[in-house]
């Protein structure tokens, strides 16, 4: 471990080693990661096309962070479903809550 609390930490992306450098405490995500990349690039250089490593990797780049915008696309749109139904949730409370208060005050008028 270096002085500034990272090291450099071997990774294998199809069979071709690199050194990274990374905060000691995030290696064990560092090699999921590279895993994670080796088995994406794999994956695109095995699907037929003769493909050179830097066009593999492109290709690799560019699906994975079209699967991130799909992701992203699908937490927003869960979010304003989640938004939505809170503020209807927000209106039947209050609705019911001046119901309520409409029916106490009535109460109190015909009690007079």
Not at 2 to 17: H, N, Q, R, S, Y
């Amino acid at each position: 471990m270096k002085k500034d609390g990272t090291e450099t930490v071997p990774v294998v992306i199809l069979g071709k080693e690199y050194p990274v450098r990374c905060p000691a405490n995030e290696r064990d995500r560092l090699e999921r990661l590279a895993r994670f990349v080796d088995e994406k690039m794999r994956e695109v250089r095995d699907s037929g096309a003769a493909l050179g490593t830097d066009r593999v990797a492109v290709v690799t780049a560019l699906n994975i962070a079209n699967e991130l915008f799909e992701v992203q696309d699908r937490r927003r749109e869960e979010a304003e479903e989640v938004g939505a139904r809170t503020s209807r949730m927000l209106e039947t409370v209050q609705r019911l809550l001046d119901e309520e208060s409409d029916e106490d005050g009535l109460a109190d008028r015909t009690a007079e």
